[in-house]
T-cell receptor
Framework: GEDVEQSLFLSVREGDSSVINCTYT??????LYWYKQEPGAGLQLLTY?????DMKQDQRLTVLLNKKDKHLSLRIADTQTGDSAIYFC????????????FGTGTRLKVLA | GAVVSQHPSRVICKSGTSVKIECRSL??????MFWYRQFPKKSLMLMAT?????????EQGVEKDKFLINHASLTLSTLTVTSAHPEDSSFYIC????????????FGPGTRLTVL
């Protein structure tokens, strides 16, 4: 299967940490990504992780990958109002077409 | 970073007309371009994969005669919505990739199509 699921909404207070979760069903995924979409705009790559990694940290962003449970998470430390957006996880198998399968998206709202 | 542009950013047309959307990679040559459709508050749905000089590969359920894709060069792909109807109203996003490294796709800013 190719379903990639995320919770629809997340609301946090400014300065707190945000954790956005993603579950996928295809264990053959090679790369997993996190993208950010601001209103009316395209997608911006935030970070990615290769399937043989468990964790990746990049400044305020920490990605955790649990291959056994097919679970991916994105933690944003010290969340700011500018982080309010929709966050999509995506997977790709590197099967030649390099097709992305996007998650359903999580709308993050940061309260001042 | 790599930049992808789309034109127009917003278009309103009458039912029955055709609309062309351009996707350009501005500072790199894209081996492959992708076209997505995004419904309000929904995820991105891949419509087709386009390789330069060859026919596009359409996803299941996407009408290739309705959504014509032309990838004439390594920096330009076009999507033409033929005989548009109100149900074609949507946000269309393209992306471009060089299919190397970690397979990153670079996304355009999107085109908002409204069919009256």
């Amino acid at each position: 299967g190719e379903d990639v699921e995320q919770s629809l909404f997340l609301s946090v207070r400014e300065g707190d940490s945000s954790v956005i979760n993603c579950t996928y069903t295809d264990s053959s995924s090679t790369y997993l990504y996190w993208y950010k979409q601001e209103p009316g705009a395209g997608l911006q790559l935030l970070t990615y992780i290769f399937s043989n990694m468990d964790m990746k940290q990049d400044q305020r962003l920490t990605v955790l990958l649990n291959k056994k449970d097919k679970h991916l998470s994105l933690r944003i430390a010290d969340t700011q109002t500018g982080d309010s957006a929709i966050y999509f996880c995506a997977e790709t198998k590197g099967s030649g077409t390099y097709k992305y399968i996007f998650g359903t998206g999580t709308r993050l709202k940061v309260l001042a | 970073g790599a930049v992808v542009s789309q034109h127009p950013s917003r278009v309103i047309c009458k039912s029955g007309t055709s609309v062309k959307i351009e996707c350009r990679s501005l500072d790199f040559q894209a081996t492959t371009m992708f076209w997505y459709r995004q419904f309000p508050k929904k995820s991105l749905m891949l419509m087709a994969t386009s390789n330069e000089g060859s026919k596009a590969t359409y996803e299941q359920g996407v009408e290739k005669d309705k959504f014509l894709i032309n990838h004439a060069s390594l920096t330009l792909s076009t999507l033409t919505v033929t005989s548009a109807h109100p149900e074609d109203s949507s946000f269309y996003i393209c992306s471009a990739s060089v299919l190397a490294g970690f397979n990153e796709q670079f996304f355009g800013p999107g085109t908002r199509l409204t069919v009256l």
